[in-house]
């Protein structure tokens, strides 16, 4: 190697070093909060690395059968949001490919462009006059409002990437539209599915704008059931960072996992939710 | 002719889309024209939600905040991020793993991260005193005082959303041809040159995608500021989103609420056109001079 290489070589990694560092840093952070008393949490100079790990924060936040209501409650939300979703979308995308029909698109654009609060307002008094408020049923309908365009601008982009060769064979077979559909495209665009799959699952699970104002007591989902423990009176540092790096854990595994379909997804859509 | 019988494929999501999304639209802008309180008689009257709103001086004061917030939480992550796909194009050990974790802040869960920030933004037993004590800069106040409180909130919001601007850059980096950089490697240029001259040009419709996104997530941005400061102290980091909250679910006037959020969209709207007018200008400024 030359000496010009070794130098740029340090530069890389200390570029990376650089780059990195922030997140690293924060989420190790994160942990260490979680993981101590509170005398070590309200230590100045802070401490890194505590002598007694307590657990308990762990413990004590997984013991409330509080959490395990919320727990229950985000998992029915973004589970039904992002199935609802894929059930409606996914066909859809296919429709939209296959008729080339690009103007409607313009509909996901103004979804993607509008501040979730407000569709918040109109909906909050339609849920309000059904009398659905205090179940899980608005929240389970308004992330849809999250779901439904990430599953259909992803769909739509895939389908339009996978060959008419194949349907128009099976339609020369004697395929109805709707079997060519259910045996020769939806196999093929299960990687696309896949990353639709993650993404909604994602942006609904991290939504916090619908909860505060339609989750009651008993509905709330995790994000908002996180953000109602602060109290900083009470200073109680360690059970809140376990709370929140509970509930955000599944999202940082599944991003560590999912990858390569997270990137595929963001990059292609560069869809958000809310 | 396009056949007509894709359209059953279309129409649940038709009906879902008229219901949580246009049904939406048509009935805030129907609310925005009458005086619409919770508990109380609607009326109609007409456009005086919106003349209210040009003598609202908090609403004025927020789209100042929103705008700031906006322009720093554009540019900062648009210089970072591309700092950022410029490395992460090289090749090293670790590369996959490492953009892995590159991308966490963005796709954990907003609130949580804002209640870790605000632990390491306070002033007596946070982190990031101490990390300034270490290099002998004074403590600050971070979100807790109001001159600092946007450029606070703009810290997150770029830990969090560099990485967006660095994948879409990234995208645009595998595009570009090697040629050009042979060929500048011949000539002699140095690292910058090569980014100025033949990098720079070739990402930049990239950017400016990057940039609009980032644009209309950021105006919007709403999680991060109600979870650590709800708009505090006093009114310092009050956005035009963080407003309409207030308006319409802590004073339930829906009526009003509801001509904020159309004019909130029309100014996203706007802002998403002269970004695109600016860059319309830039290619024909950059054709006409022969770049």
Redesign the interface.
Known sequence: MTPRQIIGKIGLWLSVFVIVSPAILFFLWMLSLSLKFEIDNAAYPPVFFPERIAWKNYADVLASNRFLTYFVNSLVVTGSATALALIVGVPAGYGIARMAAHKSAIVILIARITPGLSYLIPLFLLFQWLGLLGTLVPQIIIHLVVTVPIVIWIMIGYFETTPLELEEAARIDGATRWQVFRHVALPIAKPGIAVAFILAIIFSWNNFVFGIVLAGRETRTLPVAVYNMISFDQLSWGPLAAAALIVTLPVLLLTVFAQRQIVAGLTAGAVKGG | M?PP??????V??????LA??????V??IW?SLNEWKVGSPTTFVGISNYLRLTSDPRFIEAVGHTMVYTALSVLLPLVLGT??AV??H?K?AGR?F????????M???????A??W???FHP??G?LN?LLSLVGIPAQLWVFHPATVIPSLVLVET?QWTP?VM??V??GLAAIPTEPYESAQIDGANLWQVFRFITLPLIMPFLF?AGM?RM??AV?S??II??ITQGGPGSASETI?IY??SV??TYYD?GY??AI?VV??LL??LL?AVMLYARQRMVWTEIASGA
Request: aromatic share 22%.
């Open positions: 396009r019988s894709y359209w059953p494929f279309v649940p999501a038709l009906v879902v889309v949580i999304i246009i049904f939406p639209w009935f805030t609310m700092f950022a490395v992460f090289q090293f996959g490492l953009r892995g974790v590159f991308i966490m802040p796709m954990a869960t907003p609130v949580a991260i209640l870790v605000t632990m390491m007596q037993l982190v101490y830990w967006l994948l879409i990234l995208g995608i996104i209309i997530d919007k709403f999680d109600f979870a989103n309409l909250y319409a679910f829906l609420g509801s959020a909130f969209f996203i709207i998403a």
